[in-house]
């Protein structure tokens, strides 16, 4: 159960930014599997703060930004930079059983895009939609994360 207040739309985001992150590797050469980790980690990291800032600094004027909302706004922004931690778990552990680095980004990709639509799909329900609706959203977000997949084939070859 989500706690009060808590929306999914980071955790959606954060996900479809991480299969960017790997469809944006090359596919002949791809990054070692610690890398790939270490890029999609520290670019849901970068985005976390961008957005913690973007929230802070386009909130209510409030005299400056005090500790609480500081710590409110990254607790409300974390899924962004959560959502990169599956795909960078998926490339580490396909690695260690011995997977070439391109089947490592490749299931890198293919859990993002199933947080991307596990995500939608929880949110969808969690707003109270029904199940029709709860998988139009999250048919809708598999497109989205298909599109990915097919620029990274397209552009690869």
Request: aromatic share 8%; hydrophobic share 60%.
């Amino acid at each position: 159960m989500r706690a009060p207040g808590q929306d999914y739309a980071g955790a959606v985001y954060g996900s479809l930014l991480a299969a960017s992150v790997v469809a944006g590797t090359n596919l002949r050469t791809p990054p070692r599997a610690i890398v790939l980790a270490a890029l999609l980690t520290g670019t849901g990291l970068v985005f976390w703060l961008a957005h913690v800032y973007s929230r802070l600094a386009g909130g209510p004027a409030t005299g400056g930004a005090r500790w609480p909302a500081v710590r409110a706004a990254a607790g409300h922004e974390w899924p962004v930079a959560g959502a990169a931690l599956p795909p960078a778990a998926a490339a580490l552990a396909a690695k260690l059983i011995g997977t070439s680095n391109a089947t490592a980004a490749w299931l890198a990709l293919l859990v993002a895009v199933a947080g991307q639509v596990g995500w939608a799909a929880i949110a969808s329900r969690e707003a109270g939609r029904a199940w029709p609706a709860v998988a139009a959203s999250a048919a809708g977000n598999l497109v989205l994360g298909l599109a990915i997949v097919a620029l990274k084939v397209w552009l690869a070859h």
